[in-house]
Nanobody
Framework: QVQLVESGGGLVQPGGSLRLSCAASRDIFSINRLGWFRQTPGKERELVAT???????NYADSVKGRFTIFRDIARNTVYLQMNSLKPEDTAVYYCYAMWRSSDYWGQGTQVTVSS
């Protein structure tokens, strides 16, 4: 199994920045894919960004050029750097891992973009 512990959410003004962290309980090289999804009330959870164990990244069109996913291998941690935040980025953000064909989720962290 994989345990994921997120941190870094909060309230930020439009145009501001936040960095989310997700610490994994396993060597992240052993995890096929890590990433971030987000969800707002009444909507399905949507992909934000993913990174494979080979380092390949994928982003939702809505965040390209503003968000960056990266990892610290020594800390078994994946990050989501969010810049130029917009009110529509407000959501609960979930860390995700795919390991041995199974999906794992963190507990979620709230990001609110508001003036």
């Amino acid at each position: 199994q994989v345990q994921l512990v997120e941190s870094g959410g909060g309230l930020v003004q439009p145009g501001g920045s936040l960095r989310l962290s997700c610490a994994a309980s396993r060597d992240i090289f052993s995890i096929n894919r890590l990433g971030w999804f987000r969800q707002t009330p009444g909507k399905e959870r949507e992909l934000v960004a993913t990174i494979t164990n080979g380092g390949g990244t994928n982003y939702a069109d809505s965040v390209k050029g503003r968000f960056t996913i990266f990892r610290d291998i020594a800390r078994n941690t994946v990050y989501l750097q969010m810049n130029s935040l917009k009110p529509e980025d407000t959501a609960v953000y979930y860390c995700y891992a795919m390991w041995r064909s199974s999906d794992y989720w963190g507990q979620g962290t709230q990001v609110t973009v508001s003036s």
